[in-house]
């Protein structure tokens, strides 16, 4: 997981942005869903350089809890997620 930094609100929106992974390929962003307590995938961001993300769907009169995870693929074309390094 990676550390979040800045978190903002304006409006109906939730700004929050992360520390560029080394190597990172891209972004997942996870949101706690409380109905079906697990997290659920928002979105998947596909260039490793973008490190913010804008959630204009969240319910801003409850707590959020949200990750980010980093990714990479690897030559075999797997997906690495929490990765050190690609290989």
Known sequence: FLSCGNVLRKGKNLTFKWTKAKGAQGYILYRYDENARKYRKIKTIK???????????????KNEN?????Y???KDGARRN?????I
Do not use: M, P, Q
């Not at 260039?47 to 009169?61: E, F, M, P, R």
């Not at 949200?66 to 980093?70: E, G, H, I, P």
């Open 66 to 70: 949200y990750y980010v995870r980093a």
């Open 47 to 61: 260039n490793g350089n973008v490190t913010s993300y804008t959630d204009k769907t969240g319910k801003l009169n």
């Open 82 to 86: 929490n990765f050190r390094r690609c």
């Open 72 to 74: 990479c693929t690897a």
